[in-house]
């Protein structure tokens, strides 16, 4: 995570400190840690109810609700790739605008901003176009059924019209955070998820619209967000300002922005063909209401995952400062430390989830079919889960060290490599074919998590010795 210096005019809208590279080099790890992650967490952990807080409700619809549930869960890869272009934006044009403010160049960051802002809105307009035009037969090849198409073709009518605001909310926010900006950003979460908690019982039940309440709850959640981040781009708080003299596409600034980008753009991207592939699985082998449990054990596994990824965010910049200044004692120190957090709490949400796994499963349906489906298959598809900590920590640590290659690697090693082949191999090799697919997830875990370990312990050895004799 990079940091802006202090705009001098306004020092209280800062959320980081001027000192804050002496205070990463000195400070308790731990104290550190929690000052950093408390934010990332909270962000992370709003932004899940964001996610989830629609099929909560839709589950919930009197009569429709398991249908419809499952309709929603088809378009979840549609949505993941829709945010995955704003990652291959942000993700790529954040870190170097940040680079060129630390470098004094303010013309060149302003310069990324403004060209990552005319790519959002172009991906925008054909994300728009190809999903309208194309999105029964896109939707049928992603598992939908006779009985899901209606609400799975009402839910994505009316959210991808709000593509544009869904491209500027997520990918213009990096470029606030970028800037140190962190609880403004953070902000451009809370108030998009509280006003989607509000306005969707009342578009559902209030207006009985149903799934396409919620989907209209959803983009106008989204567009008071992308509204919220304009406001500061444009304003007088931030230090990177939208100009439209900055908007004209330069090829040699925009090539590097999506070359720096395109890692986090794979494994999202990637995320949403395991979606696609898990469901035409399951509806082979278990119809609708297979389909629709792992839309509710989704919704379970986006609960454990955001929060360890707010964690890791919180880490990212102790563990990269201190590498830079060659101290690998608190390299070390703050690594063991994320991974005593992320074991924990992925420990104790595999033994909730064995225990009481009726708990997570009923916050998204009451229906008596769906939930027996998904009580038996949230115990075999989250057996693994216990070694998330594990796989995110080190995955996270590869990637704060400067590792990209390595992290991008392990992450396709367990959904491409490892889970999307046992997905088609495993039934083959029991009677209960839909075991088969449910229980291909857990081992993909394991094994990608044992091989994440194997294989950042043997770099560390060799990396993380102490080096503040070198040059740096």
Known sequence: MSHSQETPNHPKSIDIQPD????????????LLFSLAVPAITAQVVNMLYNIVDRIYIGHIPEIGTAALTGVGITFPIITLISAFSSLVAMGGAPRASIAMGEGNKKRAEQILGNCFTTLLAFSLILTVVFLIFQEPILWAFGASGNTIGYATDYMRIYVCGTVFVQIALGMNMFITSQGFAKTSMLTVIIGAALNIALDPLFIFVFNMGVQGAATATVLSQAVSAIWVLLFLLGK??????????????????LPVLALGVSPFIMQSTESLLSVVLNT???????????GAYTVIASIMQVINLPLQGLTQGAQPITSFNYGARDMARVRKSIRLLLTCTLSYSFLFWLLIMLIPQIFVGIFTSDPQLMDTAVWAVRIFLFGVFAFGAQTGFQQSFLALGQAKASLLLALLRKIILLIPLIYILPLFFSDKLFGVFVAEPIADILAASTTTVSFLLWARKNLRDKKAQNP
């Open 20 to 31: 804050e590279k002496n205070i990463l080099g000195t400070a308790p790890i731990g104290k």
């Open 237 to 254: 708080r931030t230090t990177l300002k939208i100009k439209a003299k900055c908007m004209v596409i330069q090829w040699k600034i925009l």
């Open 281 to 291: 699985s399951l509806l082979r082998y278990g119809g609708d209401t297979a389909v």
